[in-house]
Nanobody, 113 residues
């Protein structure tokens, strides 16, 4: 399975972005998916996950600001990010929540005035 992330960019604090992740291969709909991020000099961390049935979880740092969703018919996972903060600046990746596969290139999100 390969993942291709898109939708990142430069945004001012308080702004919004919607990230998309396209997954290739079969069986996508049965997996719990996750959005991860890695800021410069920091370890990659899990931001949000979504079960195959659409039940989400969020890291405390993004709860109430980010919304994860998925379209199993199209093999897509989304991350709607609102009220962005400078500390959200990172490269964002999607992957399986459990036993991540190979990582895609990610999409850069920069929050700065």
């Amino acid at each position: 399975v390969q993942f291709v992330e898109s939708g990142g960019g430069l945004v001012q604090p308080g702004g919004s972005l919607r990230l998309s992740c396209a997954a290739s291969g079969s069986g996508f709909s049965i997996y719990v998916m996750g959005w991860y991020r890695q800021a410069p000099g920091k370890q990659r961390e899990l931001v949000s996950s979504i079960s195959n049935g659409g039940i989400p979880t969020y890291a405390d740092s993004v709860k109430g600001r980010f919304t994860i969703s998925r379209d199993n018919a199209k093999n897509l996972v989304y991350l709607q990010m609102n009220s962005l903060k400078p500390e959200d600046t990172a490269i964002y990746y999607c992957n399986f929540r459990y036993a991540p596969s190979s990582w895609g290139q990610g999409t850069q999100v920069t929050v700065s005035s």
